[in-house]
């Protein structure tokens, strides 16, 4: 009986060391290797989200797209060259 009792406070044991080593690894457990700077040229940094594009309106459909997509005509700004045409053939044709 005192052989399972002894069992039972050792694997007590090894599993709140368990724990703890787990909480210390979330917690940020790097932190000595990042005090000796050993990791710190194989750390990458997260990607950075795209930067915000400017919202243009096509002037034939009125459908909003990236300013780099629009296509420039006379009379503004196009989602495709069927509408720039289209636009162009009515105000000056």
Do not use: W
């Not at 050792?10 to 990042?34: E, H, I, N, P, T």
């Not at 989200?49 to 096509?58: E, H, L």
Request: aromatic residues 4%; contains cysteine; charged residues 20%.
């Amino acid at each position: 009986m005192k052989y399972l009792l002894l069992l039972l406070i050792l694997m007590l044991l090894v599993f709140v060391a368990g724990v703890r080593k787990g909480q210390a690894q979330a917690r940020g457990g790097r932190a000595a290797s990042d005090a000796d700077g050993s990791d710190a040229a194989s750390r990458v940094a997260p990607p950075q989200p795209p930067a915000p594009q400017t919202m243009v309106r096509c002037t034939e459909c009125g459908m909003h797209l990236p300013e780099a997509e629009a296509l420039p005509g006379r009379g503004g700004l196009f989602c495709s060259p069927n509408h720039r045409a289209q636009h162009e053939a009515r105000q000056h044709g």
